[in-house]
């Protein structure tokens, strides 16, 4: 069984930044990717971030030059969120998939950015 607990959320004004952070429990010890989305209210999810074994990192275009996504070991994985505006108000998850097929999400964090 895996479980991912994320960290790190909160209120920020426009410009601010931002670092969350993901810890990963459970026997599993070879992840295919892992990564951050985010939800909005009223929106899907979405791919914000992610690293992928063997292909590097991939961002989306809405946050790239602003979020920087960092394996820290592996089973913690941070993003570091600068600029950080209103349009990026949302609840961020965690996401690790295996080559498995296990696909696990955490909780979510709530992200706040207004004046």
């Known amino acids: 069984q895996v479980q991912l607990v994320e960290s790190g959320g909160g209120l920020v004004q426009p410009g601010g930044s931002l670092r969350l952070s993901c810890a990963v429990s459970?026997?599993?010890?070879?992840?295919?990717?892992m990564g951050w989305y985010r939800q909005a209210p009223g929106e899907q999810r979405e791919l914000v971030a992610n690293?992928?074994?063997?292909?590097?990192t991939n961002y989306a275009d809405s946050v790239k030059g602003r979020f920087s996504i960092s394996r820290v070991n592996t089973k913690n994985v941070d993003l570091q969120m600068n600029g950080l505006k209103p349009e990026d108000t949302a609840v961020y998850y965690c996401n690790v998939k295996t080559y498995g097929g296990l696909d696990s999400w955490g909780q979510g964090t709530q992200v706040t950015v207004s004046s």
């Open positions: 690293i992928r074994t063997g292909a590097g």
């Open positions: 459970g026997n599993i010890f070879s992840f295919y990717a």
